[in-house]
C-alpha cells in the first residue's frame, strides 16, 4: 500500500521517467536514456520509501506504542523526570507516524529549525520539529516530530481536541528524520538503545 503523501511525488517521478524514456529510446537522444534509468531507480526508491503497512494494533489499555518505525538511540530522562525515548527513521524505514496511547489531543506546536543528521542527540532541539501532546489517562503524552539532512516536509493530520487511540496515524515525514516519545515520570519502559521497533505495534512501554 502507497501512502497517500507520496502518491503525488511518485506520480510526477513517473510521469518523467515515461517521458524520458519515450524521447530517449524513440528518438535515440542518449541524455534522456540516461535520464531516464536515473529516475526509474528514484521510481523504485520512492515506492519503497512511500510504502504504508498495515500494523496489527496491540490491545491494552495503558500500552505505549511506538509511534514510528525505526532504531532506538537513545533512553533517558529528561530534565524534569520525563521518559524520554528517541528512535532514528533510516530512508529505508516506514516514515508513517502513530500515535503511541489513547487520550485527546491538547496542543499541536510547529517550529522552524535546522536540518542536522537525525541520529544526533541535538537534533531534537534544533532541528524543524512538529509537537503533538496527548492528554492520556496517566498524564500528558508527546510525539516530536523531526526533520533530518534529507526530510524537508513534516506532515501531521490532527487536530486539537480531537480524541485519538493508540497506534492511529498521526501524520507522515519525508526522507530521513527521527521521532521522540516523551512519557510521564510514572511510565515503565521495555526498551532499550539498539532496539528495532515499528510504529503501532511494538509496545515500548507501560503507563501508571
Given amino acids: 500500500m502507497v501512502a497517500p503523501e507520496g502518491r503525488t511525488t511518485i506520480l510526477i517521478v513517473a510521469v518523467v521517467a515515461l517521458l524520458s524514456t519515450l524521447i530517449g ?20 526508491f520512492c515506492l519503497n520509501f512511500f510504502r504504508d503497512p498495515t500494523r496489527i494494533i496491540p490491545n491494552g489499555e495503558n500500552l505505549v506504542l511506538s509511534p514510528a518505525d525505526g532504531k532506538v538511540v537513545d533512553v533517558s530522562e529528561t530534565s524534569s523526570g520525563e521518559k524520554k525515548v528517541s528512535l532514528f527513521l533510516s530512508v529505508f524505514d516506514v516514515h508513517r507516524n502513530r500515535t503511541p496511547v489513547r487520550g485527546k489531543v491538547t496542543c499541536i506546536n510547529y517550529e522552524k529549525g535546522s536540518f542536522q543528521a537525525a541520529f544526533r542527540t541535538e537534533a531534537s532541539e534544533i532541528n524543524e520539529h512538529n509537537d503533538v501532546e496527548i492528554d492520556s489517562n496517566a498524564g500528558i503524552v508527546r510525539v516530536r516530530q523531526i526533520a533530518g539532512i534529507l526530510a524537508r516536509r513534516i506532515i501531521c493530520h ?32 521495555f526498551v532499550q538503545i539498539g532496539d528495532r521497533v515499528k510504529g503501532g505495534s511494538s509496545v515500548l512501554g507501560e503507563l501508571h
Avoid: C, H, M, Y
Fill in 25 to 44: 529510446w524513440g528518438i535515440n537522444i542518449e541524455l534522456f536514456r540516461f535520464t531516464a534509468i536515473i529516475l526509474i531507480v528514484f521510481l523504485i
Fill in 158 to 189: 490532527l487536530r486539537e481536541g480531537q480524541e485519538v487511540k493508540g497506534g492511529e496515524s498521526l501524520g507522515f515525514i519525508r526522507f530521513g528524520s527521527r521521532t521522540d516519545l516523551i512519557l510521564p515520570p510514572t511510565a515503565r519502559l
